[in-house]
């Protein structure tokens, strides 16, 4: 599996959409980031800022009216295989099992014989903890497994590129903190690279190597946050630790003053200059 570099580039006057009225507006404008291979990147904003749109962008799923999105340099022109995405909602199919979800994908996939299509669900089904738990339809999984089922789902393609768009944000705070300790643990053992979305500042620290900031609409990258916190201890809770806190406190004085905007309606700060600006903070520790 190869880890490839992502590149956004979205223009000042960026991603446009049109209201109900038929009115154009901007939806995200003046973004650039680079993913490094194999970096997990978080990303966190106020609702309705564009993550989603931003990420549908990454998918292939909607083109930026002015800039691009290359993968190892070559322009992204539409979805592929080669990034799974994970939605909020399951959108798993009510009348097939866990395992014949995640072999349905294949089965669109095409190319692999029903044998080989069942080993593979199989395997990713035991990697995502559901052993034992193949057989079970939809309503007989909780909200947690369901998820787990949807991340198989995108697992199995074996993509090179995970997109994620609040995947736990429908999840109880236990089983969501324990999703997130599972989908690190596997992050570190195939080092993909990841674009996860989230309202929550501390699941984007926990699982990000960088959180970048949003702000109100149009969109726009407000700072990127280097994350380096000791994870050599599996035993510690890294949430707890000192540095957690500090990253916390950095990234909700970021964010505060976006989401009052964003509740307000309130027009988004004016940017200096066309192109996208990307202040990078370094935490200080
Ligand atoms: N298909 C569409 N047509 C028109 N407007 C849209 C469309 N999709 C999104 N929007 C608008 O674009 C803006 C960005 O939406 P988006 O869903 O990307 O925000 P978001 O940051 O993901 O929000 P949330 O945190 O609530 O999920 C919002 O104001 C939304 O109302
Ligand atoms: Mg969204």
Redesign the pocket.
Known sequence: MSVPKIELRIERHGFR???REGEEFV?ISGVAIDVPAGQFLTIV??????????LEILAGLAQPTSGSVRIDGQEVRGPSLSRGIVFQQYALLPWRTALANVEFSLEAAGGLSRRERREKALAVLELVGLKGFEDRFPHELSGGMKQRVAIARSLVYEPDILLM??PFGALDAQTRELLQEELFTLWQRTRTTVVF?T?SIDEAIYLGQRVAVMTS?P?RIKALVDVDLPRGDAEADIRSHPDFARYRHEIWDLLRGEVARARTALPPAPTAGGAAQTPRVHATL
């Open positions: 959409l049109r209201d939806a904003g106020p609702s309705g800022c564009g993550k989603t749109t931003l768009d609040e979305i309202h609409r969109g």
